[in-house]
């Protein structure tokens, strides 16, 4: 009952505006992971904290959870930099899936990419929706991905797969078809953990605080984005050819830059 009224309590505060440490995060979504919550409360710590928008502590504490506790952790031997895209979704252009070609052009070229992707959940298709229509094998476990990123220059690792993430992710992902900050944190628990990346996200708002995410996290080099249409009016979790696209570039330093691009 205490465990219950405590996170309860810390649903409230999200509700009304509060936020919560990392380590406060990180503690609360373990017991999301774990099960120790019922359902309803789960549901409501995930659409409160999405509703209120969650701070780059928040993303990092419920990364750290999944990253912990919940993901298969693999390090491939490659030389060069480890490289990820992905676009988190819930945007208001529903386009193909974009970071996905983008990144089998990027490994022809010789970047080593180890992506991590899900399948549609507020979208049409996910990365691995249109993969396993093109045969792949999308419910392998993490070695052989690793393999495949050793050897091929290439990999996904199936985020609402059992075989990546055993716990609980593949379990709550499967339970859910809204956007929440799963889109964002749960994206960033890529197995082989690479150090630079694209990612293309929902809003405008939140592309500064991704990249401070990013940063927190432990990434060395990343580029936020989102686009937009040609009016403005709607947004997409990628680089525009229709609109200008706002970017926050993370850079080694630690500094982050903010710019916008027009094609």
Same mark, same amino acid.
């Given at each position: 009952?205490?465990?219950?009224?405590?996170?309860?309590?810390?649903?409230?505060?999200?509700?009304?505006?509060?936020?919560?440490?990392?380590?406060?995060?990180?503690?609360?979504?373990?017991?999301?992971?774990?099960?120790?919550?019922?359902?309803?409360?789960?549901?409501?710590?995930?659409?409160?904290?999405?509703?209120?928008?969650?701070?780059?502590?928040?993303?990092?504490?419920?990364?750290?959870?999944?990253?912990?506790?919940?993901?298969?952790?693999?390090?491939?031997?490659?030389?060069?930099?480890?490289?990820?895209?992905?676009?988190?979704?819930?945007?208001?252009?529903?386009?193909?899936?974009?970071?996905?070609?983008?990144?089998?052009?990027?490994?022809?070229?010789?970047?080593?990419?180890?992506?991590?992707?899900?399948?549609?959940?507020?979208?049409?298709?996910?990365?691995?929706?249109?993969?396993?229509?093109?045969?792949?094998?999308?419910?392998?476990?993490?070695?052989?991905?690793?393999?495949?990123?050793?050897?091929?220059?290439?990999?996904?690792?199936?985020?609402?797969?059992?075989?990546?993430?055993?716990?609980?992710?593949?379990?709550?992902?499967?339970?859910?078809?809204?956007?929440?900050?799963?889109?964002?944190?749960?994206?960033?628990?890529?197995?082989?953990?690479?150090? +630079?990346?694209?990612?293309?996200? +929902?809003?405008?708002?939140?592309?500064?605080?991704?990249?401070?995410?990013?940063?927190?996290?432990? +990434?060395?080099?990343?580029?936020?984005?989102?686009?937009?249409?040609?009016?403005?009016?709607?947004?997409?979790?990628?680089?525009?050819?229709?609109?200008?696209?706002?970017?926050?570039?993370?850079?080694?330093?630690?500094?982050?830059?903010?710019?916008?691009?027009?094609?």
């Amino acid at each position: 009952e205490d465990s219950l009224r405590y996170f309860g309590s810390q649903v409230d505060r999200l509700i009304k505006g509060g936020n919560l440490t990392r380590v406060e995060a990180s503690i609360l979504f373990k017991q999301i992971l774990n099960n120790q919550q019922p359902d309803l409360q789960q549901g409501a710590f995930l659409a409160a904290i999405t509703a209120k928008g969650a701070t780059p502590a928040e993303i990092a504490g419920i990364w750290e959870a999944i990253y912990e506790i919940d993901t298969v952790q693999v390090c491939p031997d490659v030389n060069g930099p480890l490289v990820e895209n992905c676009g988190t979704g819930m945007d208001g252009i529903k386009t193909f899936n974009i970071s996905t070609a983008a990144s089998l052009v990027a490994a022809s070229d010789g970047i080593t990419m180890a992506k991590h992707g899900a399948r549609a959940i507020t979208s049409k298709c996910g990365a691995i929706d249109i993969l396993e229509t093109l045969g792949i094998d999308v419910e392998c476990d993490a070695n052989l991905v690793k393999r495949s990123i050793e050897r091929a220059g290439i990999g996904i690792f199936n985020g609402m797969s059992a075989q990546i993430h055993p716990s609980a992710l593949y379990r709550i992902l499967s339970q859910i078809r809204f956007g929440t900050i799963l889109n964002v944190a749960g994206s960033l628990a890529n197995p082989a953990r690479p150090a +630079y990346a694209v990612r293309g996200v +929902y809003a405008k708002e939140i592309v500064r605080p991704i990249a401070q995410s990013m940063r927190e996290i432990g +990434y060395k080099r990343a580029f936020v984005v989102h686009g937009r249409s040609r009016d403005d009016m709607r947004g997409m979790d990628e680089l525009s050819i229709l609109g200008r696209s706002s970017v926050a570039e993370l850079a080694e330093d630690g500094t982050i830059q903010e710019y916008i691009i027009n094609p």
